[in-house]
């Protein structure tokens, strides 16, 4: 089955909608698409597993699943813009995972809902442009150059739009309105060593971490915070706020980054991550 929603890219709620397993909208379009292994079995899927096409256009991805030659099929597949052509419906296993294992489990298909999202994936540069495996070229803008997570060196990476990184945690949001979803989890997690998608361009681990573990990524925003700047070489970190207190570790150096965490008569207690009292007229705050 194979139908669009066009989405706001606010991220505003209530743009998208589960009815009876499929988004539902005004402008919806619908065909029959058969590769699928039937229904999931009870209390699921639990799973959200993300992709990249690695094809140039979400034509292109929904012509290879609508062959019956190809053994592949995804849940929906996300345009450049965040609309949504759904392929299947969520309550029907897709054939996305391939040869995949999380936990205790193999084959990540009958537990799982993949989402595809159009994507060149890796490029290799080629003069002034980036190059996809299918010949297309890509100019500075849309690439990016990052350390996928099963490496370890630089690569260069064919950037996601902003409405494609909305839509896909508008519609895992919606997703997990309808099913109890325990996992968001990336192809290249599930088949590392076979697949390296979706790859360092996409945000994973920021999205899985608001959506799933929400008050914990709160918290370690806030432990992130950077709020001041050592500005003299060598400022003693100590036990309590004045100079009478034991110091706690070596000098802090000139351009140490610290989070500060509360103000008590001229000194700063601070987070370097080991926390400590230091003078606040050597601080610059940022
Ligand atoms: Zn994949």
Known sequence: ???????????????????????????????????????????????IVIHYTAGPTAESAIHTFKDPAVKASAHVVIDFDGSIIQLIP????????????????????????GIEIV???????????????????????????????NENRETWWHRFTEEQITATVE????????????????????????????????????IRDRLLYADRSDEKEEMKAVNGRVNTAGLNIRSGPGTSHKTVMDPLSRGTEITILEEQKGWYRVEVPVQGWVSKRFIEKL
């Open 1 to 47: 089955m194979l139908f669009s929603v066009h989405l706001k890219t606010e991220g505003g709620t209530g743009v998208m909608k589960i009815s009876r397993h499929k988004l539902v909208k005004e402008s919806a379009r619908f065909d029959e698409v058969s590769k699928t292994s039937g229904d999931f079995g009870e209390g699921l899927p639990d799973t």
């Open 171 to 206: 519609l895992c949001k919606e997703i997990m309105n309808h099913y109890k979803i325990r996992f968001i989890l990336g192809h290249e997690e599930i088949s590392p060593g076979r697949k390296i998608d979706p790859g360092p361009a996409f945000p994973l681990d920021k």
């Open 119 to 149: 994507n060149a994936g890796r490029l290799e540069k080629t003069g002034d442009r980036w190059r996809a495996w299918f010949g297309r070229t890509y100019g500075e803008e849309d690439v990016v150059k990052a350390v996928h997570r």
């Open 90 to 113: 969520f309550n029907k296993i897709a054939w996305h995972a391939g040869k995949s294992s999380w936990l205790d489990r193999n084959r990540l298909n009958p537990y799982s809902i």
